[in-house]
């Protein structure tokens, strides 16, 4: 979506799958440039490129950053390559977090294989904590600002028997 000021975009985190690919292909359609920020690896790249295509076909800006999200050197790289898609007047207009990774151990078991706390902090992590930080790093590099939406979802999981 282009506005007087500059064009909206959409920072997705978690974009090349799952609530992330659909949240895309959704705000491409409407008109919002894309940023997605995605962990594959090269067997999966086809795929991508094929949705970045189909992205652009909506004649959006479209960057992906195929990198850790949770990770703060790979987000100080991809707001860097953020920063440099937009042009002056831009702004993020939402942050969606689409994040789904971790332990999905029982908190408790009679073999004794539950949950613990290196599996609980990368869980939180991953799915809670990158969440505040990239946020935060959105709003001091002036890339989010007042008006500016953050969501986050995820998948319900799975569920052992």
């Not at 609530?19 to 090269?42: P, S």
Request: aromatic share 6%.
């Amino acid at each position: 979506m282009t506005t007087e000021s500059g064009r909206r975009w959409v920072v997705i985190l978690g974009a090349s799958s799952g609530f992330g690919e659909a949240a895309a292909r959704a705000f491409a359609k409407q008109g919002d440039a894309i940023f997605g920020v995605h962990l594959d690896r090269r067997g999966a790249m086809p795929r991508i490129e094929q949705l970045i295509t189909d992205l652009r076909g909506c004649d959006v800006p479209v960057h992906f950053h195929n990198g850790n999200a949770a990770g703060d050197e790979e987000r100080e790289k991809a707001i860097a390559a953020l920063q440099e898609a937009m042009q002056p007047g831009d702004t993020v207009g939402v942050l969606l977090h689409s994040l789904a990774f971790g332990t999905l151990r029982p908190y408790f078991s009679e073999d004794g294989a539950t949950i613990g706390r290196r599996h609980m902090d990368m869980t939180l992590d991953v799915m809670a904590h990158s969440l505040v930080y990239w946020t935060q790093d959105l709003v001091r590099t002036g890339l989010l600002g007042r008006g500016g939406r953050v969501y986050a979802i995820t998948s319900s999981g799975s569920i052992a028997a």
